[in-house]
C-alpha cells in the first residue's frame, strides 16, 4: 500500500484449488471433488471515497485503474479482466460498489491449471464485499452465491466458458476437507480428507497449448451427445442407457461422452471411499480417471502422462491424475506421508530425463475458501 502513500484497512483472500475426481464434469451439470489449496491470492487494501478502483500487481509488476461507473475490457489476458469482470457482475446483480486501493499479490502458480483466475476473482469479491459500498455495511453475499457471480465473471466478462467447479471450491473450501459439489443444483457437502496421506501437486512447466478452444470443443461434443441421446445433459444418462444407445452416436462423440457418464460414477465411488477412509480405492478411481481423461476424453499430454506413470510406480503412491483442464498444467498423486521425500525425488530425477523439462513439485493441504477481515 505503500504505493498509494495509504494504510491498508482490510486484507481479502481467495485460495488456489486441485480437483482430486470429477473432471469436465461440470458443465455437463455432473458433480465434482476438488480441495482448496493452501496457496492464496492475496489483496490488501483500503476503500476510497469515490467510485474508482486502482490495483498493483506485485507479480506482474503493473497497475491498474478503472472506474466503477464505466468497467472496460483491459486488453486480452490480461490480469485486471478478472478484476473488472467481478465489479461489473456485482454491479449488474444490483450491489452497490464502493472504490478501493488494493495491491494483489499471488502465490498460485499462474496459468498452471491451479486456477489462479478464480482465485483472483473470488479475492476481488472478497475486497469488495470488505470494502463495502460507501461507507456502510460490507456486502452480504452467501458462498454459493459469489462463486456464481464470480464464474458469470468469467464466461460474460472475459469470455471464457468455464463450468462452476473452480469459483466453488475457492469460496466454499475448508481446511482438512473436499468438498462434493452436485453442479446442477449446487448441494454440496464437505468431506474430510483421510489421515496419513499426502496430496502432491505436480506442475509439468508445459506451456498448455490450445486450451481455450480445445475446452470448448469438448464441451460442445459433450452437448451434442446430450442432445443425440434426448438429455437434458450427460449427468441424465446413466451408464446402463449409454451402452444400450452408444452405437447411434459417432464414435469420437461416443467417447467424450463415456468419459464424462463414467467419471461421474467414479466421483461419487469416491465419495464413498473418502467416507469409508478406504484411500486405496480412491486412489484406483484416480488412475481409472487419468486414463480415461488420455484415452477417452483425450486432454492429457505426454507430459501428464509421463508424470502419473512415474508417480504410479513409487510404492506408497495410491493413485495419481491430471487435474484441472489438462492440456498440460499440473498433475496430482495421492501419497501415504511417509512416501512424499520417494515421490518427490522419483519426479525431479525421472521427469526431466523423459521430458526436458523441470517439474516443480508442492506438497499441498487442504486449506479454507475465501474470506476478508479488517485491519
Ligand atoms: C477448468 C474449468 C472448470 C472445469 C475444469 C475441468 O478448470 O474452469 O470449470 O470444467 O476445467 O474439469
Known amino acids: 500500500m505503500q504505493t498509494f502513500g495509504r494504510q491498508p484497512a482490510f486484507v481479502a483472500r481467495a485460495p488456489g484449488r486441485v480437483n482430486l475426481i470429477g473432471e469436465h464434469t461440470d458443465y455437463n451439470d455432473g458433480f ?107 456486502l452480504a453475499l452467501d458462498g454459493a452465491q459469489a462463486a456464481r457471480l464470480a464464474q458469470r465473471a468469467e464466461n460474460e466478462f472475459v469470455g471464457v466458458n468455464c463450468g462452476i467447479m473452480d469459483q466453488f471450491i475457492a469460496s466454499l473450501g475448508k481446511a482438512g476437507h473436499a468438498l462434493f459439489i452436485d453442479c446442477r443444483s449446487l448441494a454440496y457437502e464437505l468431506t474430510p480428507m483421510p489421515k496419513g496421506v499426502t496430496v502432491l501437486v505436480v506442475d509439468t512447466s508445459a506451456p498448455r497449448s490450445l486450451a481455450a478452444s480445445a475446452y470448448n470443443e469438448r464441451r460442445a461434443q459433450c452437448e451434442a451427445a446430450a442432445r443425440l441421446l434426448g438429455a437434458p445433459a450427460l449427468r441424465d444418462v446413466s451408464a446402463e442407457t449409454f451402452e444400450r444407445r452408444r452405437g447411434e452416436l459417432p464414435d469420437l462423440i461416443a467417447r467424450r461422452a463415456a468419459h464424462v457418464i463414467y467419471e461421474n460414477r467414479r466421483v461419487l465411488d469416491a465419495v464413498a471411499a473418502l467416507r469409508a477412509s478406504d484411500v486405496a480405492t480412491f486412489g484406483r478411481l484416480m488412475n481409472q480417471s ?66 526436458g523439462r523441470a517439474p516443480k513439485v508442492y506438497a499441498c493441504v487442504a486449506s479454507n475458501g475465501a474470506s476478508w477481515r479488517t485491519l
Not at 471433488?33 to 489483496?43: E, K, Q, S
Request: aromatic content about 6%.
Open 290 to 355: 487419468h486414463a480415461s481423461l488420455r484415452d477417452a476424453y483425450e486432454v492429457s499430454s505426454k507430459e501428464l502422462d509421463a508424470v502419473v506413470e512415474i508417480a504410479q510406480r513409487v510404492p506408497g503412491v495410491y493413485g495419481a491424475r491430471m487435474t484441472g483442464a489438462g492440456f498440460g498444467g499440473c498433475a496430482i498423486a495421492l501419497v501415504d506421508d511417509a512416501q512424499v521425500g520417494a515421490l518427490t525425488q522419483a519426479v525431479l530425477h525421472e521427469y526431466p530425463r523423459r521430458t
Open 32 to 138: 465434482v471433488l476438488p480441495m482448496a489449496i493452501d496457496r492464496d491470492v492475496t489483496i490488501i487494501g483500503a476503500s476510497r471515497d469515490d467510485r474508482v478502483v486502482r490495483l498493483r500487481s506485485v507479480n506482474f509488476g503493473d497497475e491498474t485503474s478503472f472506474a466503477l461507473d464505466r468497467i472496460e475490457k483491459a486488453h486480452d489476458g490480461a490480469w485486471s479482466n478478472y478484476a473488472r469482470g467481478v465489479a461489473d457482475v456485482l454491479q449488474r446483480a444490483g450491489f452497490a460498489l464502493c472504490g478501493f486501493d488494493g495491491v494483489i499479490y499471488g502465490e498460485v502458480p499462474i496459468g498452471s491449471g491451479l486456477s489462479s483466475s478464480a482465485a483472483i476473482e473470488m479475492a476481488t469479491l472478497m475486497a469488495f464485499a470488505a470494502a463495502g459500498a460507501g461507507g456502510s455495511a460490507p
